[in-house]
């Protein structure tokens, strides 16, 4: 005999008592656990095709995005490495050692290839994820709205690390200054030590590190790019000689040009420009030559140097500065500062009695 029958001759299954005392717990019969498990197959049956689809297509989306992040990851890696290896062939030549800056190349390209990888993942895995919601048959309306409230309320709220971030970015692509160049950023100056897409790091000239944001920076006066310009004042007195002073500078510039570092730092001839301004009693004649990018200083200081000695065996004299004052052979009194006493210091003289009120006298009591 089957269960099915034993439970069948069993009876049905008692009623509650209507006393309100307790009875057994209603057990399932069997024919109700063979129709809930025929209910849930053909539920199953019904679906899993619809469910099934929708997993492979799932799967399909991240198996395509996984891939195609990876391979674009790949390329922009090796777009960079290309352009390292041709700042490399390039810095060995004599020229390429003048113009390019390895470290600086170095760090720009690291810096593009950060900002293009993590905005090619942040574009592929955000339209993936974007597509598996669809998948599900989610309204992204209302996802899409909330998202661009909160990225405006976060723009808001950060727009100064925004407007950094974006400077830096556009700063590393047009390649306004890097690292090795001396810089003239408004706020601070002085050498690049550091580019980053939020600070850069500059080192001034008394050794100090300046970090200045990208957002603040308004103006960029590049000390380091293409050429820089050596000018050196020469004042000399009204009366000289203009062809003897012009003659002896321009022998100081030919023989500084042939001598070592000067022929490497000097880019083109010194050149004596004429008077820049005569006064009553002297005269400025202004030196310039085109020097080595950030070498314009220590161009100028030699030039001075030679120049003042030159201008020493030729017996032309250099003037500038305010007068010397006038100096006696003998010392001065030193009470020649000093004020005299003054007559009314002392009450019994004339000028103090003249200068006394007068006092009328008192009646003589009665």
């Known amino acids: 005999m089957s269960l099915s029958a034993v439970l069948l001759a069993a009876g049905p299954p008692p009623s509650p008592s209507p006393s309100g005392t307790p009875t057994a717990p209603v057990v399932p019969s069997l024919q109700d656990a063979q129709e809930s498990a025929t209910n849930a197959a053909s539920w199953v049956q019904e679906n899993w095709s619809t469910w099934l689809a929708i997993g492979l297509r799932v799967l399909l989306i991240l198996v395509i995005a996984a891939v195609l992040r990876v391979a674009v990851r790949r390329a922009i890696t090796k777009l960079i490495d290309r352009m390292n290896r041709t700042v490399q062939s390039v810095d060995g030549t004599a020229l390429g050692g003048l113009l390019v800056n390895a470290e ?4 720009r390209s690291q810096a593009i290839g950060s900002v293009l990888r993590s905005v090619a993942s942040f574009l592929i895995l955000g339209t993936a994820a974007l597509m598996v919601l669809g998948t599900f048959e989610i309204n992204l309306a209302p996802l899409l709205a909330s998202a661009g409230v909160a990225g405006v309320a976060i723009g808001f709220g950060a727009r100064n690390l925004v407007t950094d971030f974006l400077s830096g970015v556009f700063m590393i692509l047009e390649d306004q200054y890097g690292v090795g160049d001396t810089i003239d950023a408004g706020v601070a100056s002085g050498e690049v030590i550091e580019v980053g897409l939020r600070v850069t790091k500059l080192r001034g000239d008394n050794g100090e590190i300046w970090y200045v944001r990208n957002g603040e920076v308004k103006r960029i006066g590049n000390l380091s790019q293409g050429w820089a310009t050596a000018g050196v004042d020469v ?78 065996a030729a017996d032309i004299p250099i003037m500038g500065g305010p007068p010397a004052p006038a100096q006696d052979d003998e010392l001065a009194d030193p009470s020649a500062a000093v004020a005299p006493p003054s007559v009314y210091a002392n009450s019994a003289s004339p000028q103090a009695e003249a200068a006394s009120p007068i006092v009328q006298p008192r009646p003589a009591p009665k």
Not at 104 to 107: A, I, V
Not at 276 to 296: E, F, H, I, Q, Y
């Open 104 to 107: 600086r190349r170095r760090q």
């Open 235 to 312: 004042t000399v007195p009204a009366d000289e000689d203009l062809d003897k002073v012009k003659r002896t500078l321009n022998e100081v510039g030919e023989k500084m040009s042939k001598e070592e570092p000067w022929n490497e730092l000097l880019w083109g001839p010194i050149e004596v420009l004429g008077l820049d301004s005569v006064l009553l009693n002297s005269m400025v004649v202004r030196v310039s030559a085109k020097t080595m990018p950030g070498k314009s200083l220590t161009v100028e200081r030699e030039l001075r140097w030679r120049i003042k000695r030159a201008f020493g």
